[in-house]
């Protein structure tokens, strides 16, 4: 017998778009936009006290986004590493992480890390590629909200 876990998350969230520069959705303003998260763990994810990742994280990660530059393929992706890197050294019990963004209507990109990509890959790792994806955010638009996650 095997036992696998699946942790699933969407909802609604709000975001101020940079205008002029190249980004998601339909207009240089605020906009409301839907998310959908999917990770699916081995049996081994469980932390100390015997969960997976808050389910209130997911919400509060999108609500409290600063005003975005970049496509919601790019959002997606770094949406992907932020999950997996917050599961740390738990993240080695991942089969798949998956971040839809829905800019409007039905339509949605999506970004998916699969278990091929994740047993290379170590907490250090993620950690400095979500840093990396940041700093990329950061040179796009100077001024960028400092100290932000994405």
């Excluded at 339909?26 to 081994?44: A, C, E, H, P, S």
């Excluded at 990509?117 to 907490?123: L, M, P, T």
């Amino acid at each position: 017998m095997t036992r696998t876990y699946h942790q699933h998350a969407s909802g609604e969230f709000s975001v101020d778009v940079i205008a002029g520069m190249k980004h998601y959705g339909l207009n240089d303003k605020r906009g409301q936009f839907r998310y959908q998260v999917d990770i699916d763990y081995t049996f081994g994810a469980l932390d100390s006290n015997n969960f997976l990742l808050d389910n209130t994280d997911f919400q509060r990660y999108f609500q409290t986004l600063p005003p975005v530059s970049v496509s919601c393929e790019r959002l997606a992706e770094m949406s992907a590493d932020h999950f997996l890197s917050d599961l740390a050294d738990r993240a080695e019990n991942v089969k798949r992480v998956s971040v839809r963004i829905y800019p409007f209507g039905d339509v949605y990109v999506e970004s998916e890390i699969t278990l091929e990509a994740i047993s290379d890959v170590s907490h250090d790792w993620t950690v400095a590629h979500a840093g990396e994806l940041f700093n990329e955010l950061s040179r796009e638009h100077n001024g960028f909200a400092k100290g932000a996650r994405v």
